[in-house]
């Protein structure tokens, strides 16, 4: 069965970087898209970037084109979203997830809290 | 980036009302828009993709239509686990953008 997995929650200060992994299992990885998306406190939900591990081509929204980098190691199957120089406004919960073949992201990890603060 | 903007931003509703959820993206995106629920403390649960395609387990008081730029979710009976915010996403740009979301309060 499908799985992502993400790695636990941080807490930063600000102008340091982040780091994050996604690990899937349980279909071919390099076939899917895997997306981030983020969720700062009382807000909604936030696209950030996508990364297709068959090729390893990126898309990144563009409030964060400079300061995020997805990358893939397929040969342990997992995505890695780093973003740096954080301010407070980066603290949200970061959410890894598959695209599925019909449209939209169908599995989901369980996200990543993490924190910015002084 | 492409504009999605959802209407109502909250509502409140009665067990066993039908409630609809409109979403309008800011150009065409032809069919390609996606349905997700979420609740505190968990992940987006995706409802329905390509606009009206149901996903599996999800059950079928939900059901979502339209193409081009105007979208409707409909949760045909109001039931109490549903109470979360519902966003729309378009996946027609290689950049997504999700609609600032609706709350639906029971």
């Known amino acids: 069965q499908v799985q992502v997995m993400q790695s636990g929650a941080e807490v930063k200060k600000p102008g340091a970087s982040l780091r994050i992994s996604c690990k899937a299992s349980?279909?071919?990885?390099?076939?899917?898209?895997i997306h981030w998306v983020r969720q700062a406190p009382g807000q909604g939900l936030e696209w950030m970037g996508a990364?297709?591990?068959?090729?390893?081509?990126?898309n990144y929204a563009q409030k964060l084109v400079g300061r995020v980098t997805l990358t893939t190691d397929t040969s342990t199957t997992t995505v890695y979203m780093e973003l740096n120089s954080l301010t407070l406004e980066d603290t949200a919960v970061y959410f890894c997830?598959?695209?599925?073949?019909?449209?939209?992201?169908?599995?989901w990890g369980q996200g990543t809290p993490v924190t910015v603060t002084s | 980036d492409i504009q999605m903007t959802q209407s109502p931003s909250s509502l409140s509703a009665s067990v066993g009302d039908r409630v609809t959820i409109t979403c309008r993206a800011g150009?065409?995106?032809?069919?390609?828009l996606n349905w997700y629920q979420h609740k505190p403390g968990n992940a987006p649960k995706l409802l329905i993709s390509?606009?009206?395609s149901l996903q599996s387990g999800v059950p079928s008081r939900f059901s979502g239509s339209g193409s081009g730029t105007d979208f409707t979710l409909t949760i045909s009976s109001l039931q109490p686990e549903d109470l979360a915010t519902y966003y729309c996403q378009q996946s027609y740009s290689s950049r997504w953008t999700f609609g600032q979301g609706t709350k639906v309060e029971i």
């Open positions: 997830a598959r695209e599925s073949n019909y449209g939209g992201a169908d599995y």
């Open positions: 349980g279909y071919t990885f390099a076939d899917s898209y």
């Open positions: 390509a606009g009206s």
């Open positions: 990364i297709y591990p068959g090729d390893h081509s990126t």
């Open positions: 150009q065409s995106i032809s069919s390609y």
